[in-house]
T-cell receptor, first 108, second 115 residues
Framework: KNEVEQSPQNLTAQEGEFITINCSYSVGISALHWLQQHPGGGIVSLFM???GKKKHGRLIATINIQEKHSSLHITASHPRDSAVYICAVPYNNNDMRFGAGTRLTVKP | DAGVIQSPRHEVTEMGQEVTLRCKPI?????LFWYRQTMMRGLELLIY????????DSGMPEDRFSAKMPNASFSTLKIQPSEPRDSAVYFC?????????????FGPGTRLTVL
C-alpha cells in the first residue's frame, strides 16, 4: 500500500467550479506539503501545514492529523489552475514520500 | 533572489557516459534535496544535505549515483556510468530546514535522456 494516497487521479472541471483534491497518508507526520507542477514541469510549493487550515488567494489547504487526511481546495477555478497537484509527507524527519499526483484540467 | 538554479536544463547522453548535474541553492538555505521524477515512479527523494553534510542517501538507487555538496552554494549529482533507465527529470530543492520543518523551493529541473 502506498504510504501517500491522493484522489482523484484525474479531475476535469469547468471554469468557476469549486475543486477538492484529497490526500491520505499512513505514516505519522508533523507536517504535510502541497506542491503544484505546471505543464512546463516546474514545481512550486503551495502550502506546508501541520494543523488546521491555511489560505492563499483562491487556494485553501486543510489537514486533520488525527485522521491522517488533508484536502486542497480551489475556489472559482480558472484554466491557469490546470496543473498536477502533489501531496508530500516528510517521513522520519529526513525522507519525503509523495503522492502520485492529481492532474487537474480546468476548461474555459 | 534568483531561486534555485540547476544546470544543464536538458542533457542527452549515451549509455555508459558520465553525467553531472549541478545545483545552486537559494542563499541562506541550509538544506538541499535531490529528487528524481519519472512517469512510472513519480517524485522520489534521492538524497538530502543539511549544512553541506549528506544526511540521508537511502533514496540513491545504486552505486552509480553519487552526490556532493562541497560548499553551501553548490551541489552535484553524478551518474557514472549512465543507463537508459536513468532517464528522468532531476530536481534540486532547497529549504531553510529539514523536510518536516519548512517550505522547499524547487529548481526548474534537468531533463536527462540516456540513449
Amino acid at each position: 500500500k502506498n504510504e501517500v494516497e491522493q484522489s482523484p487521479q484525474n479531475l476535469t472541471a469547468q471554469e468557476g467550479e469549486f475543486i477538492t483534491i484529497n490526500c491520505s497518508y499512513s505514516v505519522g507526520i508533523s507536517a504535510l506539503h502541497w506542491l503544484q507542477q505546471h505543464p512546463g514541469g516546474g514545481i512550486v510549493s503551495l502550502f506546508m501545514l501541520s494543523s488546521g487550515k491555511k489560505k492563499h488567494g483562491r487556494l485553501i489547504a486543510t489537514i486533520n492529523i488525527q485522521e491522517k487526511h488533508s484536502s486542497l481546495h480551489i475556489t472559482a477555478s480558472h484554466p491557469r489552475d490546470s496543473a498536477v497537484y502533489i501531496c508530500a509527507v516528510p517521513y522520519n524527519n529526513n525522507d519525503m514520500r509523495f503522492g502520485a499526483g492529481t492532474r487537474l484540467t480546468v476548461k474555459p | 533572489d534568483a531561486g534555485v538554479i540547476q544546470s544543464p536544463r536538458h542533457e542527452v547522453t549515451e549509455m555508459g557516459q558520465e553525467v553531472t548535474l549541478r545545483c545552486k541553492p537559494i542563499s541562506g538555505h541550509n538544506s538541499l534535496f535531490w529528487y528524481r521524477q519519472t512517469m512510472m515512479r513519480g517524485l522520489e527523494l534521492l538524497i538530502y544535505f543539511n549544512n553541506n553534510v549528506p544526511i540521508d542517501d537511502s533514496g540513491m538507487p545504486e552505486d552509480r549515483f553519487s552526490a556532493k555538496m562541497p560548499n553551501a552554494s553548490f551541489s552535484t549529482l553524478k551518474i557514472q556510468p549512465s543507463e537508459p533507465r536513468d532517464s528522468a527529470v532531476y530536481f534540486c530543492a532547497s529549504s531553510r530546514s529539514r523536510p518536516a520543518g519548512g517550505e522547499q523551493f524547487f529548481g526548474p529541473g534537468t531533463r536527462l535522456t540516456v540513449l
